[in-house]
């Protein structure tokens, strides 16, 4: 029988800097933040990373959710009165408090990488950039659960203090 290890860890490429301060307020998901400039501030020992990423409109932006405590396996997520399974949801309140998002690249400039739509809190380690490629990265979705009849409301809905 394989056993999976207990911990794991990563090490911070660097940090993410937006106009977000408080869990509080900030947008859900990147659709409610459009326009909303970041920046990463990528660590000099990952620089050479950068290269040829100015290429490609967007990334999926890796980080760590850092500022969430524990984790529930049962959650009433932001756009729903019940509750779901983790998993089923996109809660922050994680095993692996991981966060993903795609956002829009407005440059690279040394070991500054510029975003927008930026739906992240100021300070976030950001823990992986990696190019976002329509090809392969756009599936056409027969089914999305219980978000079917709210994931509209994504554009307009921010966060409370639910998952601190």
Same mark, same amino acid.
């Given at each position: 029988m394989n056993s999976l290890p207990q911990d794991i860890a990563y090490r911070a490429i660097?940090?993410? &800097? #937006? =106009?977000? $301060?408080?869990?509080?307020?900030?947008?859900?998901?990147?659709v409610g933040a459009l326009g909303v400039a970041g920046h990463v501030e990528v660590h000099a020992d990952f620089a050479g990373g950068l290269r040829d990423l100015e290429g490609f409109?967007?990334?999926?932006?890796?980080?760590?959710?850092?500022?969430?405590?524990?984790?529930?396996?049962?959650?009433?997520?932001?756009?729903?009165?019940a509750d779901h399974g983790i998993f089923a949801t &996109? #809660? =922050?309140? $994680?095993?692996?408090?991981?966060?993903?998002?795609?956002?829009?690249?407005?440059?690279?400039?040394?070991?500054?990488?510029?975003?927008?739509?930026?739906?992240v809190l100021d300070g976030t380690p950001v823990l992986d950039i990696k190019p976002?490629?329509?090809?392969?990265?756009?599936?056409?979705?027969?089914?999305?659960?219980?978000?079917a009849a709210k994931a509209e409301n994504a554009g307009t809905y921010v966060s409370?203090?639910?998952?601190?």
């Open positions: 660097g940090i993410l &800097r #937006s =106009p977000f $301060r408080d869990i509080k307020g900030m947008p859900i998901q990147p409109s967007h990334v999926f932006l890796l980080y760590h959710l850092h500022r969430v405590t524990g984790y529930d396996l049962v959650v009433r997520p932001f756009l729903d009165n &996109r #809660s =922050p309140k $994680r095993p692996n408090p991981i966060g993903l998002s795609v956002l829009e690249l407005a440059g690279v400039d040394g070991t500054t990488v510029h975003l927008r739509n930026v739906d976002y490629v329509p090809h392969f990265d756009v599936w056409r979705a027969g089914r999305v659960g219980w978000f409370d203090d639910r998952f601190r």
